[in-house]
């Protein structure tokens, strides 16, 4: 029988850096009963499976379930290739494009290679919605429609704004928080995890359990990551993510282009680190006792720890050391050669130079006084304007420095 820790010790670790808790007091309920019993909780996570690549923004839902795994609980990682065949219009304006069954099981077989860089493989279980989703046919399909008031479904606020927008709103579309909520009565669940944009579809699975006679389950609801612009989520698509699949010394580099403020939530959400913890590392940088720069480097080196191991991290860190907290002058700058087509001014530049994540990132950069040009590689001149036309004459070239990280740029 496990041996499952005291129920506040539970909560203590389990509502670390949770946004929502619905019925916090039915969770205690139920890791007291699951004390008494000995039988762990099941604890669902649904990803369908619309991207094959992960960034850091994912994982601190996995980090969640996997604080669950360490408490002894089963975690069932289910993927929606049923789902994902409908697309989630959680936050979206428009219907989204349909992927085939043959994307989303390639998409699959890279999520459950990228997963277990956190989870514990052996104690996983690795579930299809297409498994009792499938299984309903068209009749079980209307019968599951008949549970659920389109007047409910119209409370989402995505699926509110559109039909007050006249914007479409597909029939496939309302389906899928009904067949998201009926994973949780076929997995008969505990518990659910999703992110705070997932709440709706969650509460859902919560009505659909009742309505089938089942015991609700409980809904914990994990922030969206805000990205290396430092203003929206991470996200692929807006080129602000880190991807845990990208080498260690880019996830070392980015992670240490993160805002001195911004950091703090990263911790809070990236790490295992508790509340207590992260507020006496504060403090010591606060007090001068440690430097920012330094608590920044120990997170950069978890970080590439949790995804490519310590030997990984530990070279990546002596790079990041070489080539930019060391350098000493141009001579040690690394020399690219201005992107073609060119870009018109300095924020374009600092992204189009991979120096920055995002234009939004560059401006921010250059509010912060943290950019400076040279013609000689000797004089710098602090930018003052995101806007600053850039030009390099042909065969000639112009320094750029971003905080620390040099680059000689040829035109």
């Known amino acids: 029988m496990p041996n499952f820790p005291p129920v506040p010790e539970q909560l203590e670790l389990l509502l670390k850096g949770v946004e929502t808790c619905v019925q916090k007091d039915e969770l205690a309920a139920k890791l007291e009963a699951s004390r008494k019993s000995g039988k762990p909780l099941r604890v669902k996570t649904g990803f369908d499976p619309s991207a094959p690549d992960l960034h850091l923004g994912h994982t601190v839902v996995f980090r969640k379930m996997r604080h669950f795994q360490e408490l002894g609980h089963e975690v069932v990682f289910l993927i929606g290739d049923f789902t994902g065949l409908i697309g989630d219009p959680t936050g979206k304006k428009t219907t989204r494009p349909q992927l085939t069954k043959d994307e ?23 579930d299809f919605n297409s498994r009792w989703l499938g299984a309903l046919g068209a009749d079980g399909l209307v019968r599951l429609a008949g549970r659920y008031t389109v007047a409910q479904l119209l409370e989402r606020d995505d699926f509110s704004k559109r039909f007050k927008a006249g914007q479409p709103i597909s029939v496939h579309e ?34 659909l359990m009742r309505s089938y006679g089942l015991a609700p ?36 580099g980015k992670v240490m282009s993160v805002s001195d403020d911004m950091m703090w939530s990263w911790w809070t959400y990236l790490t295992d680190l508790f509340p207590h913890d992260i507020e006496a590392l504060k403090a010591a940088v606060a007090s001068g006792a440690k430097h920012p720069k330094r608590v920044k480097m120990d997170l950069a080196r978890q970080l590439v720890t949790d995804f490519h191991g310590a030997d990984a991290a530990a070279t990546a860190e002596a790079e990041f050391e070489r080539r930019y907290a060391k350098a000493e002058g141009p001579v040690k700058a690394e020399t690219v050669a201005l992107p073609d087509p060119a870009p018109a001014d300095v924020a374009s530049l600092l992204a189009a130079l991979g120096l920055a994540a995002s234009k939004n990132v560059a401006r921010q950069k250059v509010k912060e006084g943290a950019v400076s040009l040279s013609e000689d590689g000797v004089t710098f001149t602090k930018v003052d304007n995101p806007a600053e036309p850039f030009a390099i004459p042909a065969g000639a070239a112009r320094y750029v420095r971003l905080g620390k990280r040099f680059l000689r740029v040829t035109g």
């Open 174 to 207: 309302l389906l899928y928080p009904l067949c998201q909520g009926y994973d949780s009565v076929a997995l008969e669940a505990d518990v659910e995890l999703g992110g705070t944009d997932q709440l709706f579809n969650l509460l859902v699975g919560r009505e």
């Open 217 to 252: 389950q409980c809904v914990l609801t994990t922030p969206l990551l805000v990205g290396l612009d430092g203003v929206e989520k991470m996200s692929k698509s807006l080129g602000n993510h880190v991807g845990i699949n990208e080498p260690p010394d880019e996830i070392f």
């Open 104 to 126: 989303v099981l390639a998409n699959a077989e890279t999520y459950k290679a990228q997963v277990f860089k956190i989870l514990d493989r052996e104690t996983t279980v690795v």
